[in-house]
């Protein structure tokens, strides 16, 4: 089975595709915040030059956030409009999952740090676990502050990663390490995803299986929150 991945919630544009003998392509593109621009011609490239024609495409994996607004519905409406065409399985999978996918074999607790803007973050800690990694805390958006105060509670190493890792690096308290990975890939989303859908936990391509993958904001949009303030 031939699965897409199409991962938008950060600033990069990620898709991936991936077949019975592993991964078949992946294109990357970090060019600001012109996910809508990119996303479809990077998937008719990735297409064409992994040959493989889009009615292939056997099942649909999308990014679901947390991360920015604007670009995980740009991903969310992509994916769903091709999975409803195509009647395929859609699968949607949260950034901080996908982030903390390919550090699966360390033993440290792994925190996955998304940068929320407005000097806070977005997170949830994992440890490894047969196959993969399970998360062992509920995702939350906060101040770097309650961060470091729920890593000292943990009194465990913790493997930081993400873009909010990166940013906040030097206000992380002792006892975290940053590893090199900023942002989810669909490399990640497509292996994930395959699993899901043969496993038929992902829904389907009719309405109930699409309505069931929804955007995971953990904060309200800022024009929500600049509209009730003012």
């Given amino acids: 089975m031939i699965t897409l991945g ?23 593109v970090m060019q600001g915040r012109r996910h809508a621009e990119i996303l479809v011609p990077a998937i ?7 040959k493989v024609a889009v009615t292939e495409i056997g099942a649909i994996g999308v990014d679901i956030g947390p991360g920015l607004f604007t670009g995980m519905r740009v991903g969310i409406a ?34 996955s740090v998304i940068d929320a ?22 995702p939350r958006a906060c ?10 509670a943990r009194g465990q190493d913790v493997l930081a990663v993400g873009d909010g890792a990166h ?10 390490e940053v590893a ?13 995803a395959r699993a899901r859908a043969l496993r038929a936990d992902g829904g389907s391509g009719g309405s109930g299986g699409l309505d069931a993958v929804q955007p995971m904001y953990l904060r309200a949009p800022d024009a929500q929150i600049n509209w009730s303030t003012r």
């Fill in 78 to 111: 992509s994916a769903k409009a091709m999975a409803q065409a195509l009647e395929v399985p859609l699968v949607g999978i949260s950034s901080l999952d996908l982030l903390a996918f390919p550090l699966r074999h360390t033993a440290k607790v792994i925190a």
């Fill in 6 to 28: 199409i991962e938008t919630a950060t600033q990069a544009v990620s898709v991936a595709l991936g077949g019975d003998d592993g991964l078949l392509g992946v294109i990357e």
């Fill in 117 to 138: 803007r407005k000097g806070e973050v977005f997170y949830a800690f994992y440890l490894s676990s047969p196959g993969g990694v399970q998360r062992v805390s509920e």
């Fill in 180 to 192: 090199d990975l900023a942002h989810p890939s669909a490399a990640a989303l497509v292996h994930l």
């Fill in 143 to 152: 101040s770097i502050e309650d961060f470091n105060a729920d890593v000292m």
């Fill in 167 to 176: 940013r906040y690096r030097d206000q992380f308290d002792g006892g975290v």
């Fill in 44 to 50: 008719e490239f990735l297409c064409r030059q992994s």
